[in-house]
């Protein structure tokens, strides 16, 4: 069994950043990919970006390229998401969320486990 927590949510202003963490534990995350999803009210989970454990291989959405980076670190079981830029459409609750096995997806689908969220706001 593996429990995420999400941590490093806030307000914050446009063109500001942040920097989200997922914390695993439980047992090694060495074997999953761990995603990072965000839901704004009224709208569906949305992908937002993923990385593989074992080698640190990555995917975004093309609406955070550029401007948001997933990391991690092994030592720590612990994921990030670093935010520059910050859009007010960024804001939402983000979840980080892990699957066992190497493919990077984008589904929402198909998770063992998730986190209970953290709450971005971005104002203008």
């Known amino acids: 069994q593996v429990q995420l927590v999400e941590s490093g949510g806030g307000l914050v202003q446009a063109g500001g950043s942040l920097r989200l963490s997922c914390a695993a534990s439980g047992r090694t995350v060495s074997s999953y990919t761990m995603n990072w999803f965000r839901q704004a009210p009224g709208k569906e989970r949305e992908f937002v970006a993923a990385i593989r454990w074992s080698d640190g291989r990555t995917m975004y959405a093309e609406s955070v390229t550029g401007r948001f980076t997933i990391s991690r670190d092994n030592a720590k079981n612990t994921m990030y998401l670093q935010m520059n830029s910050l859009k007010p459409e960024d804001t939402a609750v983000y979840y980080c969320?892990?699957?066992?096995?190497?493919?990077?997806?984008?589904?929402?689908?198909?998770?063992?486990?998730w986190g209970q969220g953290t709450q971005v706001t971005v104002s203008s």
């Open positions: 969320a892990a699957r066992g096995g190497s493919s990077l997806v984008a589904s929402r689908y198909g998770y063992d486990y």
